[in-house]
Antibody, heavy 116, light 109 residues
Framework: QVQLQQWGAGLLKPSETLSLTCAVS????????WSWIRQPPGKGLEWIGE???????KYNSSLKSRVTMSVDTSKSHFSLKVISVTAADTAVYYC??????????WGQGALVTVSS | EIVLTQSPTTLSLSPGERATLSCRAS??????LAWYQQKPGQAPRLLIY???NRATGVPARFSGSGSGTDFSLTISSLEPEDFAVYYC???????????FGGGTKVEIK
């Protein structure tokens, strides 16, 4: 059973950098896309982007200028950084594992609040 | 960017009834469409991938159909645990994004 365990700072001030990491256990790291999705409180899902096991990223065009994703295959980790956060970045952030067909496994979600 | 439009926004039905949810894409995504179920406080759960393939462990009352720009998710007979929000997601190769629809809430009538 694949498990995704995510962590990172939950409270940020405007202009700071959001940083989240997701650890994968119970399954292979290679051969999949590793994704980040967010959900503002009471709203729908927003695809932030994904990265392949060999480090090739795809980003949502609306966030591309502020987002960086990376993988550490030696630790079976992948990470998300979002610079210059604002209140609009307040959301539950999910990591997920999938392929071209969809995301089969999800992390538990982490609430990130941006507030001065 | 491919835009997915889901309808209706809310579907009010009783247990045992049939639910039909729609997802329309602004351009063809062929069969690269997935459906997810989300309950309050939980991560989404993949139900359907490749437009019509049930994910592991998904009951047979859930079925997906469609290709190109028009897709549907059908729940043949609603069980109490099916009342939730459902999202579609496109997985087209180009443009390279995985955008979601706005969601359909299936609520108890």
């Amino acid at each position: 059973q694949v498990q995704l365990q995510q962590w990172g700072a939950g409270l940020l001030k405007p202009s700071e950098t959001l940083s989240l990491t997701c650890a994968v256990s119970g399954g292979p790291f290679s051969g999949y896309f590793w994704s980040w999705i967010r959900q503002p409180p009471g709203k729908g899902l927003e695809w932030i982007g994904e990265i392949s096991h060999n480090g090739i990223p795809k980003y949502n065009s609306s966030l591309k200028s502020r987002v960086t994703m990376s993988v550490d295959t030696s630790k079976s980790h992948f990470s998300l950084k979002v610079i210059s956060v604002t209140a609009a970045d307040t959301a539950v952030y999910y990591c997920a594992r999938g392929n071209v067909e969809g995301y089969f496994d999800w992390g538990q979600g982490a609430l990130v609040t941006v507030s001065s | 960017e491919i835009v997915l439009t889901q309808s209706p926004t809310t579907l009010s039905l009783s247990p045992g009834e049939r639910a039909t949810l729609s997802c329309r894409a602004s351009q063809s995504v062929r069969s690269h469409l997935a459906w997810y179920q989300q309950k309050p406080g939980q991560a989404p759960r993949l139900l359907i991938y490749g437009a019509s393939n049930r994910a592991t462990g998904v009951p047979a009352r859930f079925s997906g159909s469609g290709s190109g720009t028009d897709f549907s998710l059908t729940i043949s007979s609603l069980e109490p645990e099916d009342f939730a929000v459902y999202y579609c997601q496109q997985r087209a190769n180009w443009p390279p994004d995985g955008s979601f629809g706005g969601g359909t809430k299936v609520e108890i009538k």
